[in-house]
């Protein structure tokens, strides 16, 4: 596998507390009783006044952990500029105290397949870069939810230019229409929103749904979308402003137009899948077996087959649409492996494993039932969702470590 990290040509850094940041790379799994308390040395003093005043010191006691100051150090750099005395400090005492989880280690399978994986780091620090997207232009967009902006990389160059939206806005992800407008999901403002790129110009569109959260583009022109905490789906007329919202199953989270035009959507609250008809917006739903199951993103293959993960049990699967079976492998880190973002790539499974540090890469070939992985180079966490280009190639992001990331597929070596 080839890496290659681009950096920034300009950095601005909002003024959010260190500690802020910090919670967005420190994995919490369950409280733990008060008080708690950090092991002691060098450096214990600097992360309790930089960080436990905004964070809880059980997201430090139950970190995935670095094995060493200099993976610990690579990872504040791209959170906040410190002082290189400070910075290190808080590196070497995190290395000496958290070391890297073997629990939490993905199990990495090798194949035939060779990847190349191009990362950027984003200007703007501790914005929660996700959701990577191509514009018509060949431009990659990404929303950077915590700091309510959109912005723009020419892959060609890595220039770099970030929108400022609505404050409230906190984007979940974005999508581009036919003309290059982005259109975002304010999670934060219960709105549709449009940025014109060549005016810098927005236009809101307000929703009853209370957090709009993914939206995709249907071929009759309008922009579908879900909300999960309502337990809603939306259809807007982009040109008239028309907004219709049906209720649905609970958490409604990602979404996919399927070949026929039916648009398919992914469940994080029950064990189901739903298929809508754009036109009425009458939904069909189809019951995953295992009552746990929790389905975060999905994507249809050539063949009409939906293909899901299933985030909860640790497998990915497919639904035949035609007599409502499925069929599940397990993926290769086991139950908490946690896969989250999924994508067809030339009818082959590409997702990933979020719950793993690093984050890896699985690719999955339905015609060999065989997988193989990639640790994710900066994969603190996480990848949460994916975006295939013209050119087949894979746009994923590390929303805690700041990066848009694009793999290139390069075939069998």
């Known amino acids: 596998m080839m890496f290659r990290l681009h950096a920034p040509r300009a950095i601005f850094f909002p003024a ?85 989880r073997e629990e939490r280690k993905p199990t990495l399978i090798s194949g035939p397949v060779e990847i190349a994986i191009e990362e950027w780091i984003a200007p703007t620090l501790g914005q929660r870069s996700r959701d990577p997207v191509e514009a018509p232009d060949g431009s990659i967009w990404w929303t950077g939810m915590w700091a309510s902006l959109t912005g723009r990389l020419d892959p060609e160059t890595g220039a770099m230019e970030e929108y400022y939206l609505p404050p409230a806005a906190r984007p979940h992800s974005i999508v581009p229409d036919a003309e290059g407008n982005i259109w975002y999901t304010g999670n934060g403002n219960a709105t549709i929103g449009k940025l ?56 409604p989270y990602g979404i996919k137009v399927g070949p026929q035009g039916r648009l398919w959507v992914a469940h994080n609250g029950t064990n189901a899948i739903s298929a809508m008809d754009p036109d009425s917006m009458e939904l069909e739903y189809f019951d995953i077996p295992n009552e746990k199951t929790r389905i975060r993103r999905l994507d249809i293959a050539s063949d009409g087959r939906v293909w899901y993960v299933n985030s909860s049990q640790g497998r990915i699967g497919v639904l035949d649409p035609e007599t409502g079976e499925t069929r599940e492998w397990p993926s290769p880190s086991g139950p908490k492996s946690h896969p989250y973002a999924l994508a067809i790539i030339d009818d082959v499974v590409w997702y990933n494993e979020s719950g793993m540090r690093p984050d890896a890469l699985v690719r999955f070939d339905p015609a060999t039932e065989k997988f193989q992985s990639w640790a994710i180079p900066s994969g603190v966490g996480i990848v949460r969702h994916v975006w295939v280009t013209r050119e087949g190639k894979l746009l994923i992001h590390q929303s805690s470590s700041n990066r848009i990331g694009r793999v290139t597929i390069q075939g069998a070596d």
């Open 196 to 251: 014109d790129p060549d005016t810098g110009t927005i236009e809101e569109f307000p929703t009853e749904a209370r957090d709009p959260h993914t939206a995709v583009f249907h071929p009759n022109g309008n922009l579908y979308f879900t909300s999960q905490q309502a337990g809603m789906l939306g259809r807007l007329d982009p040109d008239t402003g028309a907004l219709k919202e049906v209720t649905t199953r609970a958490r």
């Open 16 to 100: 959010f507390s260190f500690g802020c940041f910090l919670s967005l790379f420190l994995t919490a799994f369950t409280a733990l009783a008060q008080p708690q308390q950090l092991p002691s040395g060098e450096g214990k003093a600097l992360v309790e006044k930089l960080c436990i005043s905004c964070h809880s010191t059980s997201r430090i006691l139950n970190s995935a952990g670095f094995d060493s100051a200099g993976e610990w150090r690579a990872l504040i750099t791209s959170m906040l500029p410190l002082a290189d005395p400070q910075a290190n400090t808080i590196a070497e005492y995190l290395a000496a105290n958290f070391p890297a």
